[in-house]
């Protein structure tokens, strides 16, 4: 059983009332990767109108960003604020998705790699839109100018004070292109490449968010926009001191606390933050379960494995054992999951394969091999009672299901529900189930990231190895339920329960109808 | 769910999700310096003076050297540090003594530091010493000045003139 947890379970909550919100399809929490991205592809095409109309000079920039925000308020005013909101907007998104991350425990094991990447990554954004802020050269630029430089002036890397450029006299434009240059062009170059390096252990990497959140998203940027435009300080006056500043708290949050700490206080902070952020998967370190290994005598090199794989590990390479296939499949343990979506994946875990001795597949879980997945599905199928057997497939990172306590219902919880043959579900029907219902991580929140789009695209025909035509559809049910889902799932059992009786008594009806018919006809 | 409900409830998550990115965005506004108060900058870039003055070479001194090499004057690097006491009616407000920087500490010392002051009049005294060979202030400066609220008050030294320049 589970151990309670009061983040785990909160989140969860807060899934829920999105799910009921948005549907599982649309809910924001599934996507704010992608979300984030979405984000920075406004902030893009809004900075390049803005960039259009920027004069890189310290006494034309304040008044590029004047004639934007109120000569052309209509355009350049809506894309500011655009360029201000997406920004702030993708702020929210990464730390609710660092957030979801650590509350799901989606952050140690094998993803130790997304997580370390990600947290400096949050860096590379936050910086820049710190040189956003600056770019403006207004009261809110000039303090940021300011207290950037006292930052970089306490790392002993900086010889002399950087600090000293913004008094009186001291600015010139070259600086102030410099600073466009990294704004515009040397931190985005820098943020794709990190984004590129924290995605690089995931496939099928989804960067496009879902049209309808990404249009409810946008209208929602517009409406904040007309309604609260983003508007500059007073322009910057070396000679005076920003006194009252409405400071962007997403971005500029540690620069108050120069106020009452020295610089190198707030370096130690911020670094002492990312270096426990960064090291959090190895406290303590959670171990993934054996790599996947590869029987070569029963794999054909189709390669369905490799583009199942979510994470990457599974490569095709020229045979090697003289087999008449081109390619054979190579796991990468370092990088294995441990999923077993490739088992599901595989056309040699079809279940009625070998039926007299071991089954064994082209490629196999050493923690729970196929052979005795079916074993296992075997002896829960012998030990339901009651009239109508349902047996219910989950996974071990859902909704508990030990905690099932329904009569005539047997429980197979495996690793992942990509893991299922769909062969496994037709044996199951073909040995004294009545029905089978598959449950595991909610739609779109598989804890492998594709186990359930997987086995939902098998099971529809759509994705290989599919489920046969010749299996009865009508007494396969799928529910998903996370570990708060409890009552719904049982009550989705019982339902499917009477659906399955309710067949039952029909085909009797059919049958006796079909008998007397016979005695009538002589 | 119905879905002019499920809309309605869009609605509201998207309104409260930009309520938060609009608030955050701007408020609460952050007050760095109060109604009656301004600024001091002190912003000191100056090589001091060596610690150990020059000396004549002897000409044995010099026939050791090789010919390229014998310039007359042996100068050692390192240079004294920097003790700089700004005061406001007589009461320190910014007071440092600053090592070169360098292997040889034979750098240029650059020292920027502020203090927020009350506005309004007061007397302005400075008092510098570059040199370990000089007991007291070798550079000194007093000045009535008269600060208005949010004004920033630099003082730099212009080592080519020897003077303060107070802007």
């Known amino acids: 059983m589970k151990t309670f947890n009061p983040i785990r379970r909160g989140y969860l909550a807060l899934e829920e009332w999105f799910n ?146 913004f008094l009186e006299g001291q600015m010139t434009d070259r600086f102030f292109t410099l600073m466009g240059f990294l704004h515009l062009l040397g931190q985005p170059v820098i943020l794709i490449f990190a984004l590129w390096i924290h995605v690089k252990r995931l496939s099928h990497v989804e960067i496009s968010c879902p049209r309808g959140l990404a249009l409810g998203s946008f209208i929602a940027l517009m409406a904040l926009s007309l309604y609260m435009p983003a508007v500059s300080h007073a322009p910057a006056d070396l000679s005076k001191v920003p006194a009252n500043l409405k400071i962007d708290w997403f971005y500029l949050n540690i620069y108050p606390l120069l106020d009452i700490w020295d610089a190198w206080d707030v370096w130690l902070l911020t670094i002492g933050i990312t270096f426990f952020m960064m090291i959090m998967p190895w406290l303590p370190p959670k171990k993934t379960g054996a790599a996947a290994v ?40 370092n990088l294995c999951a441990a999923c077993g979506i490739c088992v599901g994946s595989c056309h040699s875990s079809n279940i009625f394969r070998y039926k007299d001795k071991t089954l064994e597949t082209g490629i196999d879980m050493p923690q729970f091999p196929v052979d005795e997945v079916r074993s296992k599905t075997a002896e829960v199928i012998s030990s339901i009672e009651g009239d ?22 047997g429980i197979m919880s495996l690793i992942c529900t990509g893991m299922i043959p769909p062969s496994l579900v037709e044996y199951a029907l073909k040995n004294g189930v009545d029905g089978v219902l598959l449950t595991g991580c909610r739609n779109g929140d598989c804890f492998y990231r594709y186990g359930n789009i997987w086995m939902d695209k098998r099971f529809d025909g759509d994705r290989k190895p599919v489920l046969r035509e010749r299996a009865d559809r009508s007494r396969i049910e799928v529910f998903r339920a996370a570990e708060t889902d409890g009552k719904k799932l049982t009550t989705k059992i019982n339902e499917f329960r009477q659906h399955l009786e309710s067949l039952d008594s029909q085909a009797n009806v059919t049958q006796h109808d079909a008998a007397t018919q016979e005695v009538q006809n002589g | 769910m119905d879905k002019v409900m499920r809309i309605f409830l869009q609605a509201i998550n998207f309104t409260v999700f930009m309520g938060v990115v609009g608030y955050f965005s701007i408020y ?140």
């Open chain 1, 20 to 165: 009921i919100s948005f549907g599982g399809e649309l809910n924001p929490l599934y996507h704010l990767g992608s979300l984030a991205f979405f984000f920075f592809w406004v902030v893009l095409v809004s900075g390049i109108y803005l960039f259009v109309f920027f004069d890189t000079s310290v006494s034309g920039a304040y008044k590029s960003v004047e004639y934007l925000t109120h000569d052309q308020w209509y355009l350049g005013g809506v894309m500011r604020s655009l360029h201000r909101y997406a920004s702030d907007a993708a702020i929210v998104t990464i730390i609710l998705h660092m957030f979801r991350e650590f509350a799901l425990d989606r952050y140690r094991g094998f993803r130790w790699f997304s997580w370390f990447t990600g947290v400096p990554t949050l860096w590379f954004v936050v910086t820049l839109g710190i040189t956003g802020y600056w770019l403006v050269w207004d009261e809110l630029g000039l303090y940021v100018a300011i207290f950037s430089a006292r930052l970089m002036d306490a790392l002993p890397i900086v010889s002399g004070s950087m600090a000293r450029n």
């Open chain 1, 294 to 333: 590869v029987h070569l005598d029963e794999c054909n090199g189709c390669g369905q494995c490799a583009d199942d794989c979510p994470f990457d590990a599974i490569t095709m390479q020229q045979r090697t054992d003289g087999a008449r296939w081109e390619y054979e499949v190579v796991v990468a343990d």
């Open chain 1, 388 to 409: 109508t057997k349902i047996l219910v497939f989950g996974c071990n990172h859902a909704y508990d299901l030990k905690q099932i306590n329904e009569p005539g219902v």
């Open chain 2, 28 to 167: 609460p506004e952050f007050k760095y310096l109060q109604d009656d108060e301004a600024m001091i900058t002190l912003a000191i870039k100056h090589a001091s003076q060596r610690q150990k003055e020059c000396r004549k070479m002897s000409p044995e001194e010099l026939a050791k050297l090789p010919p390229n090499m014998r310039v007359g004057m042996d100068c050692p690097r390192e240079r004294s540090p920097l003790d700089i006491d700004v005061a406001l009616d007589g009461k320190s407000v910014i007071a440092k003594n600053i090592e070169s920087p360098g292997l040889h500490k034979d750098q240029t010392i650059d020292i920027f530091e502020s203090i927020k002051v009350k506005a309004g009049k007061h007397m302005l005294s400075i008092k510098m010493n570059d040199s370990v060979r000089v007991k007291g202030p070798t550079f000194t400066h007093e000045q009535d000045i008269a600060l208005e609220p949010a004004q920033l008050l630099v003082i730099q030294f212009d080592t080519a003139a020897g003077k303060f320049i107070i802007d």
